[in-house]
């Protein structure tokens, strides 16, 4: 079965069964898109059953409901007999799972035959309470436009009256439905409602055309985009008729021709009329240009002009007749110029282009003319050797014969005092930059920690890092490695034991120094090697 390509297809249609066995059979169908690709098949078993009588009035007397394959508890819904059956009912879903679940429906007549079972999926979300919901938007399709739905905002509101202020004068004439469905103030859909109606006839004439146009005549095909006409009456303005939905008119005349549609609905015998000027040009034409260029100027009939004054070029017009051009043109000229050029990592040339290597650069800019400036630069990119190396508590720029001032890092990169030679000997654990002048240039190194200053002797490790020192109490000891056993003593000044501890397969540890602002010696000991470190509680 064609139809008409859309996004969603609502199959009505009946199907005979006749030639089938009586028994279980399985219903099997797929889609194909716009891509010309099928879809995966969908089956659904259905049972034949004898032939029953005919029931020439058919009519709905009850339905039933059940949620998945729950049909134990599906829920029978007596009504009184219509044919058409407007739903609006709440269903409790309280006892579900939050997930993917499939709402089951069927019809029986006044025969009391049961429908085909129409299913749908839905999602159960997490149960959300408010006290009062409300309508807080909704909207609206015709068929299945569903792409071109109006969306319409409201202020929270717990009914609405919908007016008859939707616009239904581009449908055409027949049966159409209209869907609606409001959202809540949870941002919850409803249910999409559907109602049926029949759009009277109301002629409303409209075209769009396209031109052809030859040296001796101009062809314009013609093409109705009208509403609910069956008969049409074209007047193009030259004395010509035509009844065609699509003509075809031929205008040898140049002029503006008020060429007019009227389409009648046969039925109600209302008609529509839209007219439209259309200017038919000359078919030989003339046109006057004024030019400004750089250097040179190519006419339209390919002859290139580098002086200014009056020009003439004949070419040929859309239509391929001739079209004599006069020109009034000014030519302009170009200029060039070289600049020298120093620069600390990177250039920005006058045209914007950054550069971050030296050597001969070019920039093409407008001069005072407006035509291109060329900027031969012959440029050079000064650089700043940042690297430090580090020797114990010592720091050395890599660089020589620069600028050198070390800074603070831990205190916001603030100026060392006298620190102003390559190499930097720290007095105290911190962290530690250099900022270098080079080639007129300056840069600021990263920053490097020093951990072991204090350290009066070491034969044990020279990963031990002891932080922090200066310190308020306590100290964190890295000894960089576990060591299997050792101990740990602090003495202050006078010899005098404040602390001892003892550590088996240990790496890290804290110590605490109970005492007063001042110098203490801590002493590791571990086999036939020790280390010494000053530290001070501030």
Known sequence: VNTPVQEHVNINQLMSMNTLNQGIHNFNFRFKDNANLWSSVSSNFFYKTTAPEVNLNPKIMAYEYWIDNDYANAVLVNTPVQEHVNINQLMSMNTLNQGIHNFNIRFKDNANLWSSVSSNFFYKTPLQIVTQNM?????????????????????????????????????????????????????????????????????????NYSVVQNCDSTIIVFSDKS??????????????????????????????????LTITDTLSDKDSTLIVPITINSLHTTANITDTVCNSYIAPDGQTHTTSGIKTATIKNTIGCDSIITINLTVLKSTSST????????????????????????????????????????????????????????????????????????????????ETKQSFTATQNGRYAVKITQNNCLDTSACFEITNVGVVKNTISNDIVVYPNPTIGVVTVNMG????????????????????????????????????????????????NSAIIRLIKK
């Not at 650069?361 to 690297?387: E, G, H, R, W, Y």
């Not at 576990?482 to 240990?506: C, E």
């Open 135 to 207: 309508i807080t938007a909704y909207r609206y399709w015709v068929d299945t436009s569903f792409a071109k739905a109006v969306n319409i905002n409201l202020t929270p509101i717990q009914q609405i009256n919908l007016l008859n202020n939707v616009d239904f004068t581009k449908l055409s004439k027949g049966i159409h439905e209209i869907h609606y469905q409001f959202k809540d103030t949870m941002g919850l859909w409803s249910v999409v409602i559907v109602d049926s109606f029949n759009k009277v006839a109301l002629p409303i004439a409209d075209f």
């Open 481 to 528: 490695k576990a060591f299997a056993d050792f101990t740990v003593t602090i003495h202050d000044l006078n010899g005098k034991l404040i602390s001892q501890s003892a550590y088996k397969n240990t790496q890290m540890f804290n110590v605490t120094i109970d005492g007063n602002a001042g110098v203490y010696m801590l002493k590791i000991n571990a086999g036939n």
């Open 227 to 260: 509403i609910d006409g069956d008969t049409y009456l074209w007047d193009f303005g030259d004395g010509d008729t035509s009844t065609l939905a699509n003509p075809t008119h031929v205008f040898l005349l140049p002029n503006i021709y008020q060429v007019s």
């Open 339 to 418: 600049i020298i050029e120093n620069a600390c990592y990177s250039y920005t040339a006058p045209d914007g282009q950054v550069y971050t290597t030296s050597g001969v650069k070019t920039a093409i800019i407008p001069n005072a003319a407006n035509c291109d400036s060329t900027i031969t630069i012959n440029l050079t990119i000064n650089t700043v050797d940042t690297a430090v190396t580090k020797t114990g508590i010592i720091l050395t720029a890599r660089v020589t014969g620069a600028a050198y001032q070390w800074l603070d890092c831990n205190n916001g990169l603030v100026a060392l005092i006298g």
